[in-house]
């Protein structure tokens, strides 16, 4: 982090072994991402522009390190809830019929050709996540980007999926 920007910044500096101990306990299994809300705290906290002094700024940063992590974990609850209807493929017993494998075959066909002309980047997102079975986080860490921005790139490529498969659904005979 660069030199604070602001008072309420240097003050979260200032603070920082207390405020990362209570966002360890406010986190509680999540840990590994404390110092990620940190830093979500020192963003927020530069963003604010305070119509005049703040009373009691101390608990002040507190609380906007404490709607952080409620915002995290919101973010968190709404990504694995997507995940859970856009992502999950069933697998068949191997036992099923050729003709099940065949129409597998061809939605994966058409997924693909859904998705074809998105960008490279939202393409080989996509792939890792749903096709090699990497994580988001893990994803995030060999591109060199936020989670947030992978995030973004599977958005894209769920959005023209369904954008085709409601295209699909409308031109089948009723």
């Not at 002040?60 to 404490?66: G, M, R």
């Not at 697998?91 to 960008?119: F, K, T, Y």
């Not at 860490?141 to 936020?146: F, P, R």
Request: a positive charge; proline letters at 4%; charged letters at 35%.
């Amino acid at each position: 982090m660069n030199a604070p920007e602001n008072s309420l910044q240097a003050l979260l500096l200032q603070n920082k072994d207390a405020i990362l101990r209570f966002l360890r306990v406010r986190m509680r299994g999540e840990t590994h991402e404390v110092e990620d809300r940190f830093h979500d705290t020192w963003i927020k906290l530069g963003r604010i522009k305070p119509n005049g002094p703040i009373r009691d700024p101390i608990p002040y940063i507190y609380k906007v390190a404490d709607n952080v992590v409620l915002d995290a974990r919101k973010m968190r609850q709404r990504r694995e809830k997507r995940d859970e209807v856009y992502g999950e493929a069933k697998i068949e017993p191997q036992s099923e019929c050729a003709v099940s494998g065949i129409e597998a075959h061809v939605e994966l066909r058409e997924v693909e050709q859904a998705i074809e002309d998105l960008s490279e980047r939202t393409l080989l997102v996509f792939r890792r996540a749903r096709i090699e079975g990497y994580t988001q986080k893990e994803i995030a860490k060999q591109l060199g980007i936020s989670v947030s921005g992978v995030e973004k790139h599977l958005l894209k490529a769920y959005a023209r999926i369904a954008t085709f498969r409601a295209k699909q659904g409308e031109d089948l005979p009723s």
